[in-house]
């Protein structure tokens, strides 16, 4: 242990290490995306980054910690494509817009994206029977996801965009678990990107057309 400290403070201070970590964390997606997260471990994540395993344990000690901070930054990227679709809209946008920007960014659509699905897929499942992934709160990411998708909802409803009867919470879950179901049909070779995204707007257009429609029948 003395050792390792000796050697910490060799480390140059110049040293980025918020770049170290994303070298690292690139490195577990390549190795998930062609072996699958089963085959990702300190040493094939260190011989795929052409680094030692100690350069690799100096940042994430364990495995659970290899995984957690790959799906942090993979989480922030993410954050980062979903900010950027929504740059060139009004503030604050309008909320059909808001919601597809969510649910467009977690399809994979494209290289960047299918990492983030098939590497949170896989440790959804993997934290079933590991109690310290399950520590990771990636269900609450999920929750504040549908939190989001509920507000948007509701504030087309007030502006009476949407249904009056329409429950916006059980919507945004739907939404949400339609999402998902969609991004692992793709991922498995089912469907295509396109046809994802054509039953997203599809169903986008059920929900945003059902608008004020008992208040347009004439009377009588």
Request: charged fraction near 20%.
């Amino acid at each position: 242990m003395r050792r390792c400290c000796r050697e910490d403070n060799r480390v140059p201070r110049s040293v980025d290490h918020a770049q170290r970590r994303t070298e690292i964390a690139d490195a577990v997606v390549r190795v998930a995306a062609r072996d699958g997260l089963h085959a990702v471990t300190i040493r094939a994540v260190a011989a795929e980054a052409g680094s030692s395993l100690r350069f690799v344990q100096y940042y994430f000690p364990t495995k659970a910690d290899l995984l957690t901070g790959t799906l942090n930054h993979l989480e922030q990227l993410s954050h980062d494509r979903w900010r950027q679709r929504l740059a060139d809209l009004a503030d604050p946008p309008p909320p059909r817009a808001l919601i597809e920007a969510f649910c467009t960014e977690a399809l994979p659509t494209d290289e960047p994206s299918r990492a983030f699905h098939l590497i949170g897929t896989s440790y959804a499942v993997l934290a079933m029977t590991d109690p310290e992934l399950a520590r990771h709160p990636f269900i609450a990411n999920i929750d504040r996801l549908e939190s989001r998708i509920t507000q948007a909802l509701s504030r087309a409803q007030a502006s009476g965009e949407l249904a009056a009867d329409l429950d916006a919470t059980a919507e945004a879950t739907r939404l949400v678990m339609l999402t998902h179901g969609l991004g692992t049909s793709v991922l498995i070779g089912q469907h295509s990107p396109d046809t994802a995204l054509a039953v997203l707007g599809y169903h986008l257009n059920q929900i945003f057309r059902a608008t004020a429609e008992p208040n347009s029948t004439s009377p009588g």
